[in-house]
Structure formats: C-alpha cells, structure tokens
C-alpha cells in the first residue's frame, strides 16, 4: 500500500524515476481496486459506473508514473504513444516497462540506490 500511496503523493510528477516495483505495485493495487468495485457494482446494480469514476480519478498518476518508469530505463515520456499502434506497441511497453533501472540518467540518479 506504501507504494500505491507514493504514487498519489506524486499525483502529476512527471520528471524524475519510478522503480519497477514502485509501478507493478501501483498496477496491482489498481488493479485489486478495480475488481472490489466491479463486484460492489455487480451487487449494487450501478454496472460499471464505479469502476469508470475510479479509472477517470487514477489516469493522471498512471500517467505520472508510466512516464517516471520510463524515465528510470532511459527513455522519454513520449514513448507512451507507441501504445497506441494496435498489439505490437503494448509488447513493447511491457518489455519497457520489465527492463531493469538505468544507471543516473539524465533524468536523476537511480531509485534503487537513493534513500
């Protein structure tokens, strides 16, 4: 939960570096979010209304820190944008996104390392 509320701290940063563990534990706990809604929409009846609210409330710190995870590999925010080519694009985030930290870049020095 440390590392879901970390990312809300930095709601709309979107220089410096996340750790891969600092954004698979955001994407989980989204994620188990997103599942204890639908359910409470199932048995509510509000269909996806939660979840769509949720979603809409979460896009900028899923932003902020999928640009930040970048950022931590080396690479700019704007290669987000290759998500949008159909298949291959989410391939290539995934990898992005699995790849190890950078040693200092020019977007800070190493998460992995600082305090």
Known sequence: MEWYLKVLKNYAVF???ARRKEFWMFLLINF???LALAI???ITGTGRALQDLYSLAILIPNLAV???RLHDIGRSGWWLLIGLI???GAIVLLVFW???S???NDHGPNPKFVG
């Open 102 to 104: 950078d040693a200092d």
């Open 15 to 17: 220089s410096g570096r």
């Open 66 to 68: 999928s640009v930040r």
């Open 86 to 88: 159909p298949l291959i």
């Open 32 to 34: 188990i979010i997103g």
């Open 40 to 42: 409470i929409g199932s």
């Open 98 to 100: 699995c790849t190890d």
